[in-house]
């Protein structure tokens, strides 16, 4: 995946982004760096690995929406599908914004929705962190709209907040956090483990990172929003490396019939196949001919039914193979 990265300061981030792309396997190829400072290290460090560095600001266009034109042209004339910004302090300009809508994604040093907006950079956010007395921070990977710090989360860690922490402390704990989960986020995009729609909002399905999966498995929320619409998750068979289960796949009443199902069950699957699954397999109640209907139209097939003592009806299982399984 081809990433253009804009960025205002130091660039550490940006540098994560580097070295896990230079260190193989990483999915991220950095094809341009944007900084409206000359001066910042981001540019810097671009240079130094041989990325094409452009130095794009109010001193090099005055005109907001010429710059916001060569931004935009800096951008494509790299092919960069994403725009990732890590510490840019300027907002973005509409034809960028409307260009790579949903494709833009930002990295804020805090839980998002909290200590985010107008104002929260820099050490301001883990000084608010420490005011309110909190006793988690973290970092938020997240699309970007017109709003500030508002876009769906791709993706986010915690980490807790000591009792002598000071801001200085605590920046530097989220900032190896951050460093962390912002290539692992792109790893993620290209492995189609986290999906972005192209819908206003976008339907974000992403790996919750829940402890309780000890099976191996991967639990999937759906998100319009925000708000959690829909879950799916997988897990290996016991009995059966190639075959994994899909479980708890369901969607919130409010948006049922708008086929996110579908596209969670397509994740799943993906998912699935991502971790080496040559087929994936479901369990319904028998007597359900309506689910076991909305299976069938979807690849799957019935491959047997089972009584177990503890359950007061009927299982049957159904299958759908994977490409190549
Ligand atoms: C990071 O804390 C990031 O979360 C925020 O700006 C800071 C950039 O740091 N958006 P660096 O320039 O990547 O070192």
Redesign the pocket.
């Known amino acids: 995946m081809k990433l253009g990265i804009l960025?205002s300061?130091?660039?550490?981030?940006?540098q994560s982004l580097i070295d896990a792309s230079e260190a193989g396997g990483g999915s991220a190829e950095i094809t341009v760096v944007i900084s409206n400072n000359s001066n910042s290290?981001?540019l810097k460090r671009a240079a130094k690995h041989g990325i094409p560095a452009l130095h794009l600001s109010g001193r090099t266009h005055p005109d907001l929406a010429k710059l916001d034109r060569a931004i935009l042209h800096g951008l494509l004339d790299h092919g960069a599908e994403f725009t990732a910004l890590?510490?840019y302090m300027k907002k973005l300009g509409p034809e960028t914004l409307s260009r790579y809508r949903n494709r833009i994604t930002?990295?804020?040093?805090a839980l998002l929705p909290d200590f985010g907006g107008q104002g929260m950079?820099g050490l301001h956010v883990h000084q608010a962190v420490l005011a309110a007395k909190r006793t988690m921070s973290g970092?938020t990977v997240h699309l970007v709209d017109s709003a500030y710090d508002e876009g769906p989360v791709l993706a986010q860690q915690s980490v807790p907040v000591k009792a002598d922490d000071t801001p200085d402390s605590l920046q530097g704990r989220v900032?190896c956090i951050?460093h962390r989960i912002y290539p692992q986020t792109f790893q993620e995009i290209s492995d189609g483990l986290i999906y972005i729609g192209d819908g206003t909002p976008p339907l974000v399905i992403r790996p919750l990172r829940l402890k309780t999966l000890e099976s191996g498995g991967t639990f999937f929320g759906a998100f319009l929003e925000n708000d959690m619409v829909g879950s799916a998750a997988i897990e290996p068979a016991r009995d059966d490396g190639d075959t994994w289960y899909v479980e708890k796949l369901g969607v919130v009443p409010r948006r049922q019939s708008t086929g996110i199902g579908t596209i969670l069950l397509d994740h799943a699957c993906r998912g699935a196949a991502y971790f080496g699954a040559k087929a994936v397999s479901v369990r319904l109640i028998d007597k359900d001919t309506h689910l076991k209907s909305w299976y069938r139209q979807r690849g799957f097939e019935e491959t047997g039914t089972r009584d177990f003592n503890h359950l007061p009806f009927t299982v049957c299982f159904m299958k759908r193979r994977l490409c190549g399984g």
């Open positions: 960025a300061g130091g660039g550490t981030n940006l290290g981001a890590a510490g930002n990295i804020h040093p950079y970092a900032l951050e």
